[in-house]
């Protein structure tokens, strides 16, 4: 198999759904909010990713998204909501883009906004441990990813991986991470 092939993942049915995330997707559907979502991958750049997609989405017009459910429950409220959302907005914690690189093929690409954390805060590539960032730092580092992923969206202005001069981001592939997770 060459790296850059297809794969597919096969996941395990459930006939269950959440209680609260069925409430939560249908109400968050009706009021028209507008999907955030993160890679959440363990180390502290998914650490950061999933921080700053609980800031954006603290603002008025978003509200957060799970990933679990929209990957795994297909037939949940919640992952409905995120389907057909005009927008989605996506952050992942670095250029791997293990999110992205599933939820496009869930979610039209049109619909999707993708930013990668590491590319915008531009620090801890090469560390893994949540905790070799004090927690301060990495609330600071999430911020800063937060406030610029919001001020790009207020402009219309997509980051990576397909980022615009204008944005100020050199984009991902230049701050190579060794994270091979
Ligand atoms: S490798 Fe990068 S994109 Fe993938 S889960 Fe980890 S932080 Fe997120």
């Known amino acids: 198999m060459n790296t850059n092939d297809a794969f597919t993942l096969e996941v ?56 679990g459910e929209l990957f795994t429950v297909p037939h949940a409220d919640l992952a409905k909501w995120v389907r057909e959302a005009g927008k989605v907005i996506l952050i992942d914690g670095c250029s791997l883009h293990c999110h992205k690189r599933i939820a496009e093929n869930i979610i039209g690409k ?3 906004v993708i930013f990668d954390a590491l590319s915008i805060h ?26 610029k992923i919001l001020a790009n969206l207020q402009e219309n202005i997509p980051c990576c991986p397909y980022p ?18």
């Open 12 to 67: 395990t049915g459930i006939d269950k759904v959440c209680a609260a995330g069925e409430l939560y997707g249908r109400h968050c559907q009706k009021e028209g909010k507008i999907p955030v979502f993160s890679c959440e991958g363990g180390c502290i750049k998914g650490e950061i990713a999933r921080q700053a997609a609980n800031m954006v989405a603290k603002n008025d017009d978003y509200a957060r998204a799970c990933h």
């Open 110 to 112: 049109d619909q999707l």
């Open 122 to 147: 531009r620090k801890y590539a090469n560390l893994m441990d949540v905790d070799d960032v004090p927690e301060e730092e990495r609330k600071q580092a999430a911020k800063e990813v937060a406030d």
């Open 164 to 181: 615009l001069p204008s944005c100020g981001c050199e984009s991902s592939p230049q701050v190579e991470s060794t994270c091979t997770t």
